[in-house]
């Protein structure tokens, strides 16, 4: 603000004149922010748009895809066998017995005071000797030189009463190849392996001679037993099991009305922001004012391309058929039940129905979002480019302001110079006056 010069002379309030005449001087500059707030907004609401525009782009373009749809489940004849679908299951059916789970090797020291050597040599399943070399012989040394040894066993030091201990070594993976042997030249650790480390094993076809076949695994978990499905046992069982696969219409249904969801809650967003607002004025005059959106013709060939895309007929049929209508209110409506029956009646028909629905609003939704292109895109980089013309207007305006009242507090401090002046040139005539006014009376 500079330094205050109020009233050094004539007792004016400078620094209030200044700010008033500044406040005048600054109208066009605030004009400029009011315009570029305004364009801000603009962007942050077609950001959003274009971001709700380019995840349905996304979405849909999964579902187009000929195996978008092909969706199924699994389920088991056991409540102790789970069975997990991923990309590629098919339609089927498998039986099998388990005859037995996967498990660690667990040796275990006979009670020691301390570790009898002053090296541990561990060697794996297939061959690997690693050495670990304990600060000291402690336990406690033990057990964590070779958890962080890397040797791929966990060891514990174990309570067995009466203040004495011993050392269990368990393999950190269950299977067969997690086995391990630790030397023991002399016996004086006394190893005992207590759990000898074990594949999970199921038999398909089990008790079928010449086809029975038995399928090993380090883990409980047997992948790809049918494809694109994983199945994990937790018990042993001679009973059969039977896994069966299936197309699943409620995930297929629900992917339908995913689609339906996303179409709408882009047509919500526009609809938000479009909506034309009336409301009063301080003296109770109607005040009429439009969204954001309002009058943008952009914005409505992106609403009409998608709502063509999802409604339009399919080889002749009309959406609606399928259970995806339009409603009086320019959206989009899902029927469960009436698409449950059409993928009951004809399941290839109505899934290929979809996929064209997908397809068509796939392409509309990457036209309006694509990132070089896309009319959304497009759009967006033209409102920042007029936020980045304003911004620089705005800076230019300060300078331009900082100027003005630079100028304004000189002029005003020159005032008060000048009128100091003058006080003191008529002080000083005053008093000459005063002088010959006393001689003149003696």
């Known amino acids: 603000m500079g330094l205050s010069i109020d009233g050094?002379?004539?007792?004016?309030?400078?620094?209030?004149?200044?700010?008033?005449?500044?406040?005048?001087?600054?109208?066009?500059?605030?004009?400029?922010?009011?315009?570029?707030?305004?364009?801000?907004?603009?962007?942050?609401?077609?950001?959003?748009?274009?971001?709700?525009?380019?995840?349905?782009?996304?979405?849909?373009?999964?579902?187009?895809?000929?195996k978008g749809l092909e969706l199924y489940s699994a389920s088991s004849s056991s409540a102790k066998v789970t069975s997990t679908v991923s990309a590629g299951a098919k339609p089927g059916a498998v039986d099998f017995t388990v005859s037995q789970l996967a498990q660690t090797q667990v040796s275990v020291s006979k009670n020691l005071a301390v570790w009898p050597y002053t090296t541990m040599?561990?060697?794996?399943?297939?061959?690997?000797?690693?050495?670990?070399?304990?600060?000291?012989s402690s336990l406690d040394d033990v057990v964590s030189a070779v958890n962080l040894s890397g040797a791929g066993i966990v060891a514990s030091k174990v309570s067995v009463g009466g203040g004495e201990y011993r050392l269990q070594f368990a393999s950190s993976m269950t299977g067969v190849a997690g086995g391990f042997t630790i030397a023991d030249p002399d016996?004086?650790?006394?190893?005992?392996?207590?759990?000898?480390?074990?594949?999970?094993?199921?038999?398909?076809?089990?008790?079928?001679?010449?086809?029975?076949?038995?399928?090993?695994?380090?883990?409980?978990?047997?992948?790809?037993?049918?494809?694109?499905?994983?199945?994990?046992?937790?018990?042993?069982?001679a009973t059969t099991t039977r896994v069966t696969v299936a197309r699943d219409n409620a995930q297929i249904s629900?992917?339908?009305?995913?689609?339906?969801?996303?179409?709408?809650?882009?047509?919500?967003?526009?609809?938000?922001?479009?909506?034309?607002?009336?409301?009063?004025?301080?003296?109770?005059?109607?005040?009429?004012?439009?969204g954001i959106f309002t009058g943008d013709s952009t914005i409505r060939q992106v609403n009409a391309a998608i709502l063509s895309a999802a409604s339009?007929?399919?080889?002749?049929?009309?959406?609606?058929?399928?259970?995806?209508?339009l409603t009086k209110t320019g959206t989009m409506e899902f029927d469960a039940t009436k698409f449950g029956d059409a993928l009951a009646k004809d399941p290839a028909g109505?899934?290929?129905?979809?996929?064209?629905?997908?397809?068509?609003v796939a392409d509309a939704a990457k036209q309006a979002s694509d990132p070089t292109a896309g009319l959304l895109?497009?759009?967006?980089?033209?409102?920042?480019?007029?936020?980045?013309?304003?911004?620089?207007?705005?800076?230019?305006?300060?300078?331009r302001l900082e100027m003005r009242r630079t100028t304004l507090q000189r002029t005003y401090s020159a005032l008060e110079v000048a009128l100091s002046g003058m006080k003191a040139q008529s002080s000083w005539l005053s008093s000459q006056l005063a002088g010959l006014s006393g001689s003149s009376s003696s």
């Open 8 to 66: 050094l002379s004539s007792g004016l309030d400078t620094t209030s004149l200044i700010n008033s005449l500044m406040a005048v001087e600054a109208v066009p500059q605030n004009l400029v922010k009011n315009k570029a707030a305004a364009v801000l907004t603009r962007i942050s609401a077609l950001q959003g748009l274009n971001t709700a525009v380019a995840d349905l782009a996304s979405k849909a373009g999964k579902l187009a895809d000929p």
């Open 121 to 136: 040599t561990v060697t794996g399943e297939g061959g690997q000797a690693i050495t670990v070399t304990p600060l000291t």
């Open 187 to 237: 016996g004086t650790a006394g190893l005992t392996k207590v759990q000898s480390a074990q594949d999970a094993q199921i038999k398909l076809w089990a008790g079928i001679p010449g086809v029975e076949t038995t399928l090993s695994s380090s883990t409980d978990t047997f992948a790809d037993v049918l494809s694109g499905v994983s199945i994990s046992v937790s018990e042993v069982s």
């Open 254 to 290: 629900k992917a339908a009305s995913d689609l339906v969801g996303s179409v709408n809650g882009v047509f919500a967003q526009i609809s938000t922001k479009t909506a034309v607002v009336v409301s009063t004025n301080a003296a109770g005059a109607p005040i009429t004012s439009g």
């Open 312 to 325: 339009q007929p399919v080889d002749g049929k009309s959406p609606a058929e399928f259970g995806i209508s």
């Open 350 to 360: 109505t899934m290929a129905a979809v996929a064209t629905i997908a397809g068509r």
């Open 377 to 399: 895109s497009t759009k967006i980089k033209g409102q920042q480019s007029a936020a980045k013309d304003f911004t620089e207007q705005i800076a230019d305006w300060d300078d």
